[in-house]
Nanobody, 127 residues
Framework: QVQLVESGGGLVQAGGSLRLSCAAS????????MGWFRQAPGKEREFVAA????????YYTDSVKGRFTISRDNAKNTVYLQMNSLKPEDTAAYYC????????????????????WGQGTQVTVSS
């Protein structure tokens, strides 16, 4: 069992920055690949970013490349999403997720590959 708790969301003006954190329970955090997903009202959940178990590989959806950075600190059982140059289109509930099976790029990108999910943190970007 892994419990994930997101924090760091809030209201920010366009062009601003936020850093989301996802704290995980347990002693085996480094065994999990981690991802961030988001869902806006009336829209489907979409992949945002993912990071491999040791942090050596990262993946991003095209719309956030160059603006968002995913990182992890396995000693702190925490994964981060640094979000810069925020746009109103980034407004959504953001969820972190953990999986054990990722062995190739495509496996990081789909939500159904993830075993554990946090409850989400809301990010609202005003224009």
């Amino acid at each position: 069992q892994v419990q994930l708790v997101e924090s760091g969301g809030g209201l920010v003006q366009a062009g601003g920055s936020l850093r989301l954190s996802c704290a995980a329970s347990g002693r085996t955090f480094s065994s999990y690949a981690m991802g961030w997903f988001r869902q806006a009202p009336g829209k489907e959940r979409e992949f945002v970013a993912a990071i491999s178990r040791n942090g050596g590989s990262t993946y991003y959806t095209d719309s956030v490349k160059g603006r968002f950075t995913i990182s992890r600190d396995n000693a702190k059982n925490t994964v981060y999403l640094q979000m810069n140059s925020l746009k109103p289109e980034d407004t959504a509930a953001y969820y972190c997720a953990a999986q054990t099976i990722a062995t190739m790029t495509s496996l990081y990108l789909a939500g159904y590959n993830y075993d554990y999910w946090g409850q989400g943190t809301q990010v609202t970007v005003s224009s």
